[in-house]
Structure formats: C-alpha cells, structure tokens
C-alpha cells in the first residue's frame, strides 16, 4: 500500500465502491444478503466445500465465477465469508481505485482489503451512521437491522463512526479484544466497565452504567457453554 495511504482514504474508497455496488443491486436498506447479492446480481455461483480448510475461496470454473464456501456453525459467518469473497473478485479494481498495482503488493494486504469491504458490505456506513443515532448505539436493536452480520462486527464497525467510543469483547470473563476510536486504552477494565460486565454476565441481560465520567453499555450474546459480553464505554470529555 502506498505510504501516503491514509485508512480513513481505504475506507473512503471502499465505502464508494459498496454504495455503487448496492445501488446497482437495487439494495436500497439492511440487511445484505451477501449470498443473495452473489447468486443474483454478481451471478457468482456458491457451492459448500467440505472438503477445504480456508473458510472460502472464489475461482473462475469453465470462465464462471464461483465461490467455494466450507460449512460454518452460524449463517452470519457464511454470510461474512461470502462477502469477503465478493472483496476477493472485486480487489484488482478495488486496488485500483486506491492507485495500487495489484502486481505491487503484499498478499496480506489484498487479505485485509477484503475483510475490510466484508464489514462494510454487510453493514454500509451511511445506513450504521444513521441508524445507530436513532437506536443510541444500542447493538442489539442495530442487530435486528444488520441481521446479517455478527454482532462482533457491528461492534467493531461503531468504531468508524464519529462518536468516540471503546469497544471490549469479553469472553468467558476474559478481555479478548478491546479497541478505541479516540482514546489511548489499555486492556484492563475501568471499575465501572467491570461491574457492567459482570451484571451482564450474570443476568444474561443488557445493562448501561453511569460513573465517575464513564457511560459504558453491555450487551450479552450467550450460548450455554460460551458466554460473551461487549461493551461500548464512553468517557465525558474534560
């Protein structure tokens, strides 16, 4: 990628891309049925492959575009697997609308690429930037929308959005992931994060905290025997 590159400048392009990629498709609302979109208007076949260790891969076959997708647990990581296939088709262009010669770059470059416009086929920003407003940032509303995608990926998608924000994804009550869209963080919890999370955690229900100059939100996404919390903190400015 060129130096001068800036992310927001990635995610600007990409962002056009995948509004004239649904305005094309007549894909005027959530959710994106990433499937649907290859199947219909991309006229890309998907097949289950069993058989293959990487979740996905696109080839041509007979001079169709096909992608070859494994068996997954939920429908959200088809549909998450399916839309970075769609990067993985469109990345020479994609490549070339940020002035990078495919030839030129790094093969985890094109990688990143493409999980990037998986996140933001499945949940566009203009859509997320609006809809989160209206609901307060509350992720299981914008999950009833997004349906979709993971509520992993919405979550780290807030992080795009102007508000400042961190977001925690805890596991089994541990701190797995913990990113900021403004402050410097560290993964250790606030007093205030942890007593949200743990009220979460054991009340399976979403919690919101005020204290000491924090407002931090918590939602559960428990199965039974795995239970995951994310949190988004917000920290009042001095």
């Known amino acids: 990628?060129?130096?001068?590159?800036?992310?927001?400048?990635?995610?600007?392009?990409?962002?056009?891309?995948?509004?004239?990629?649904?305005?094309?498709?007549?894909?005027?609302?959530?959710?994106?049925?990433?499937?649907?979109?290859?199947?219909?208007?991309?006229?890309?076949?998907?097949?289950?492959?069993?058989?293959?260790?990487?979740?996905?891969?696109?080839?041509?076959?007979?001079?169709?575009?096909?992608?070859?997708?494994?068996?997954?647990?939920?429908?959200?990581?088809?549909?998450?697997?399916?839309?970075?296939?769609?990067?993985?088709?469109?990345?020479?262009?994609?490549?070339?609308?940020?002035?990078?010669?495919?030839?030129?770059?790094?093969p985890m470059m094109g990688e990143a690429l493409a999980n990037l416009f998986a996140d933001h086929l499945l949940v566009p920003t203009p859509w997320l930037r609006t809809m989160a407003v209206e609901c307060g940032y509350d992720l299981l509303q914008l999950k009833a929308h997004f349906r979709t995608a993971s509520h992993e990926v919405l979550a780290w998608r807030l992080l795009d959005l102007p508000a400042p924000c961190i977001i925690t994804i805890v596991d089994n009550d541990r701190v797995q992931r913990r990113r900021s869209n403004t402050w410097r963080t560290r993964k250790v919890l606030e007093a205030v994060e942890r007593a949200c999370q743990q009220q979460v955690h054991q009340a399976s229900e979403p919690r919101v905290l005020r204290a000491e100059g924090w407002t931090v939100q918590g939602w559960p996404i428990h199965r039974p025997d795995w239970k995951r919390e994310i949190l988004r903190s917000v920290v009042e400015s001095e």
């Open 1 to 106: 990628m060129r130096e001068d590159l800036s992310r927001e400048e990635v995610l600007q392009h990409i962002e056009e891309f995948v509004t004239q990629l649904l305005t094309e498709a007549r894909i005027e609302q959530p959710p994106v049925d990433a499937i649907a979109l290859a199947q219909g208007h991309l006229r890309m076949s998907v097949c289950l492959d069993r058989r293959q260790q990487q979740r996905g891969r696109a080839q041509r076959v007979a001079g169709s575009p096909m992608i070859f997708l494994r068996p997954e647990p939920t429908e959200e990581r088809h549909q998450w697997t399916i839309a970075h296939e769609i990067g993985e088709h469109f990345k020479s262009e994609l490549l070339q609308r940020l002035g990078i010669e495919p030839g030129q770059t790094r």
